[in-house]
């Protein structure tokens, strides 16, 4: 199974809740409605120079278990990663959308995964209240990064990944997450925000994979570059930017995301929901790709007005669960 924390036998317990609830749910996970993009690309030159093995990574992210987005959208995105068999499985963030009303489900979600899955926290889960994702991810079997790296025996290879908490939120520290960082090792990192990626690029980390975009939802005539990137700021939108192949640089994954956070349309090919794969060890080129990495639009970085209120917008909302008598 590859779940952080079990036992055999918990393992087998799992393994039997997994196949009954695809039993109950076989003929509505995998109907067309769903509409997931399957999108694969190599890692980078570091990973060949560094990994005998190449390991494959499935990402997910903006996965918003919720009302807005299905369970059978959640559930054929789990059964797409199973079925590749990923060594590790990354998700970076918003797991919830708003509520703690479907932690319950997300708990499903993440424990019918069939491997190790890493994850960080994104606004929505600050939003909602992070410590309750986090320890219903905990009981799913996921690890939470919370500013801090990790190494992972996998298939004989060691892979150090990093994780940074929501920087939307105000919550990332790149410079706690680096801290020891090895750079004789091959390396993944992890952000709900893009712009974090080129603190972690200077520590070494030469890809970072993220979300929150969810690509703009709407990709036709370039109105995603023109909202998120013109009106909010956003450098990095959807897909894959920088390089793969400098040693002085780093490159980025934004993925388009698997659910929604106010309203369910997606148009355009780009802004399909998403689940991506990640052959680190392979050659950048050896084989095709979805596209091919784009350039960084100018971007805006947050000001202090806009943290300040960001900032407030959590501690506001913090303040109201509490008084409803939620768990935090």
């Not at 695809?22 to 060949?48: C, D, M, Q, Y």
């Not at 990944?161 to 990192?189: K, Q, S």
Request: hydrophobic share 40%; proline share 3%.
């Amino acid at each position: 199974m590859g779940i952080f924390g079990m036992s055999a036998s918990q393992q087998a317990a799992h393994a039997t809740r997994i196949a009954r609830s695809r039993a109950r749910g076989r003929g509505t996970w995998l109907e067309p409605s769903t509409n997931i993009e399957l999108r694969r690309f190599a890692g980078t030159k570091r990973h060949v120079e560094r990994l005998n093995t190449p390991l494959r990574i499935a990402h997910l992210t903006d996965m918003h278990v919720g009302r807005v987005t299905p369970m059978r959208v959640q559930m054929t995105a789990v059964e797409l990663v199973n079925e590749r068999r990923p060594d590790l499985v990354c998700i970076t963030g918003d797991f919830v959308c708003h509520s703690q009303a479907y932690l319950g489900q997300l708990e499903h979600v993440v424990a019918s995964i069939d491997a190790p899955v890493l994850g960080v926290l994104g606004n929505h889960d600050h939003w909602s209240g992070a410590n309750a994702v986090r320890r219903v991810l905990r009981r799913a079997g996921a690890e939470v990064l919370d500013n801090v790296h990790t190494v992972l025996e996998l298939r004989n290879e060691r892979l150090q990944v990093i994780g940074l908490d929501d920087a939307y939120t105000g919550h990332a520290d790149w410079r706690a997450a680096t801290r020891g960082l090895r750079r004789d090792l091959p390396t993944l990192g992890l952000s709900h925000i893009a712009e974090e990626s080129e603190h972690l690029w200077r520590a070494g980390v030469s890809l970072v994979l993220s979300g929150h975009t969810h690509a703009g939802q709407v990709t036709l005539a370039r109105l995603n570059e023109l909202a998120l990137g013109r009106l909010v700021g956003h450098k990095y939108i959807h897909g894959l930017y920088g390089s793969r192949v400098a040693h002085d640089h780093g490159s980025v994954y934004v993925g388009a995301g698997l659910g929604a956070a106010v309203f369910p349309v997606r148009l355009g090919k780009r802004a399909r929901r998403e689940v991506t794969l990640f052959d680190l060890g392979m050659e950048p080129g050896s084989f095709s790709e979805h596209h091919e990495v784009q350039a960084p639009l100018k971007g805006r970085p947050p000001s202090e007005r806009v943290k300040a209120k960001r900032a407030r917008a959590v501690a506001r909302k913090r303040e109201r669960r509490l008084r409803r008598g939620h768990d935090d």
